[in-house]
Every structure is written in structure tokens, then in C-alpha cells.
């Protein structure tokens, strides 16, 4: 809404230019007030979309409710110029304005789709006046726009709809694939690529990074298939998530490996930490009604402190930390050596 300045300067010149030449043609004192209603409306409308497009620059509210209020005095002062037109009965000044009624319609159904309810007030609003005034010209001629006007109004309405359920069928199809960019399908957890850009691919110096490897994870699908593999997979990602503190992250990798990137403490604590996270995803699991199975995890530590801040160091010492820890009997957590980075 606050985004389309010059769509509003485009139709803020046109009706001002109107009004202006019609109250010089006719200088009575219905056209003289809709010029000046005219011309206070527009600055209000420039001046509050000025100030509303800086204030949401800075992330603070906007006065959206009264610019929506703005914009239906405005539309009112269009079909009222329109009304009075028509029964003037100066078909030169009803010409005009109704040739940038009809634009400005076009414009308010195109400006404004993000708000379609809005969309179709301000089209009766703007354009309705004048087919009142239609019995009243005093040219039964005119009568075809009793016939014209309802179509036109219903299908410009229809318009600002169909625009607008494109746009969100648009804006949820762009973000379900950014979505799926960054995510693992199957955990709904981030992926490689959503965790870089969760952290912009560096973590910082306070940070501590866990690789697990499921272990067990094989003979599961070997034996239970991989709709039962699927299922422990969900269930070791749901129990990670209820270990995590708030800026805790956790990513898929791939496969059985999960990557859990926290805040870097203690040692101490840290192994604490992957001894909870051992244990937790060590408890047997129920898939089914009929299959109960146990897995464990090895776990490679990185800390950032020691093994540098870039992401993509980190996970190559905890990799290593990992293997360390296969080797040694598995089901285990291993810290990475300094010379590992």
C-alpha cells in the first residue's frame, strides 16, 4: 500500500488537473468546493505516504488506518465531481471526468489488490455518484450507462480479487520454496544450506558445535525398512528439539547426521550437555504398535574458541571429533583436538 508512490502521484496529478480545469470552466460553487477538497485530500494523501513509507523504513507503525480513510475521502470527492457533473449537464466537463473516473478506477483496482475488499469500495465509491445522476441529466441517451456502470463496476471489483489471490499464491509459493531450500523435508529441521545462512556462515567465537551420527541407524532400515528409518529419524529430531535452549540451533546434515550449534560454555558443561543429548536419543522407541528399537549416538565436539569461528571449520573438526569417537566404541561424545581444525 505504501510502496506505489508513483501510481498515487500519476493519479494525484490527474484529479487535481481536473478539478482545476473544470471549476475554471464552470466557477460555480459545487465545483470550486470539489477542487478544494480535492487539492486538501491529495496533500494529506502525499504527505501521509511520505511520513508512513519512512516510518516503515525504520520498523515503526504506520497510520494505515488513516491513509485507508484518505483514500475513500478521495474516491467520495471523485464520484461527487462526477455527480455534479452529470447534472450540470456540461458534457465537456462530464467527458472529462468521466474518462479519469474510468482511469482512476483502473488504477485504484491495480494500487490497491493487496487490499481487495478496500479495492471494491473505492470503485463504488469513485463511480457510483455519477450513475445516480444518470436519470436526472435530462438525456434518456445516458440511460445505457444504468446498463454499462454495473459491469463495469463488478468486473473491476473482480479484478482487485483476481490480482490479489495471485499475489498470495505467489508470496506462498516463493516462501515455500525458501522454505524447502533451507530445510530437510523429512524433520522439517534446517539443512546445510539453511544453517549457513542462519548463522551467515560464521558462528561466532562463542559458539560450540555437536556432529552426531546415529548409531544403530542401519540395521533399522535393514531390518524395519525405510518407512520405519523415516519415523525414527522424525522422533531423534522432535526429542533433539525439546533439549534445545531459545538460540540454539539444530540442522539435518543428511542421512543420520544431525548438527547442534549452541552457545559455547564450560567444557564441563558442554559434555553435560552431549551426555543428555546421548541419553535422550538413546531411550528405545516405539514404531508402532509392534517394534520397539534402541539406537545410540556418537557424538564429535567443535568449539569455536579453539577450532576458529567459520562454520565450515567447525564442522570439519567435529567431523573428525566424530570419527574419533566411532573408533573408540561409538555411542560416545569426543572433543576435537586443537590440531584438528
Not at 460553487?29 to 502525499?46: G, K, M, S
Request: hydrophobic share 50%; with cysteine.
Amino acid at each position: 500500500m505504501f510502496g506505489t508512490l508513483p501510481l498515487l502521484a500519476g493519479a494525484v496529478v490527474n484529479t487535481l488537473l481536473v478539478s482545476a480545469c473544470v471549476a475554471y470552466r464552470i466557477p460555480r460553487p459545487e465545483f470550486l468546493i470539489w477542487c478544494a477538497v480535492d487539492v486538501l485530500i491529495c496533500a494529506l494523501r502525499v504527505g501521509l505516504l511520505i511520513a508512513a513509507r519512512r516510518a516503515a523504513a525504520q520498523r515503526r507503525e504506520t497510520p494505515t488506518d488513516l491513509y485507508i480513510l484518505l483514500g475513500l475521502a478521495w474516491a467520495a470527492s471523485l464520484g461527487y465531481g462526477l455527480f455534479v457533473s452529470f447534472l450540470h449537464q456540461d458534457w465537456v466537463v462530464t467527458g472529462l471526468i468521466g474518462m479519469s473516473s474510468a482511469a482512476v478506477v483502473g488504477g485504484i483496482a491495480f494500487r490497491n489488490f493487496g487490499a481487495p475488499r478496500l479495492v471494491a469500495v473505492m470503485i463504488i465509491t469513485a463511480f457510483a455518484p455519477g450513475v445516480l445522476a444518470v436519470p436526472f441529466s435530462g438525456e434518456p441517451i445516458m440511460l445505457i450507462v444504468l446498463i454499462q456502470a454495473p459491469f463495469y463496476l463488478v468486473s473491476m471489483s473482480i479484478a482487485g480479487f483476481r490480482l490479489n489471490r495471485m499475489l498470495v499464491t505467489t508470496m506462498r509459493a516463493e516462501r515455500e520454496n525458501a522454505f524447502r531450500a533451507q530445510h530437510d523435508s523429512l524433520t522439517g529441521l534446517l539443512n546445510r544450506a539453511g544453517l549457513m545462512a542462519a548463522m551467515g556462515g560464521q558462528p561466532g567465537e562463542n559458539k560450540a558445535l555437536f556432529f552426531l551420527d546415529l548409531d544403530g541407524f542401519k540395521a533399522v532400515n535393514d531390518v524395519h525398512g525405510h518407512a520405519a528409518g523415516d519415523m525414527l529419524l522424525q522422533a531423534v529430531a522432535d526429542r533433539l528439539r525439546n533439549r534445545l535452549g531459545p538460540g540454539d540451533l539444530l540442522a539435518r546434515l543428511g542421512g543420520d547426521e544431525f548438527v547442534v550449534l549452541t552457545d559455547e560454555d564450560s567444557r564441563s558443561a558442554l559434555l553435560t550437555f552431549a551426555e543428555r543429548m546421548r541419553e535422550q536419543v538413546s531411550v528405545p522407541y516405539a514404531l508402532g504398535s509392534d517394534r520397539t528399537v534402541r539406537i545410540g549416538v556418537s557424538i564429535g565436539l567443535a568449539l569455536a574458541s579453539e577450532h576458529g569461528s567459520d562454520l565450515a571449520n567447525l564442522l570439519s573438526a567435529a567431523d573428525a571429533a566424530l570419527y574419533e569417537a566411532k573408533a573408540k566404541g561409538k555411542d560416545r561424545c569426543y572433543v576435537a583436538s586443537a590440531l584438528a581444525a
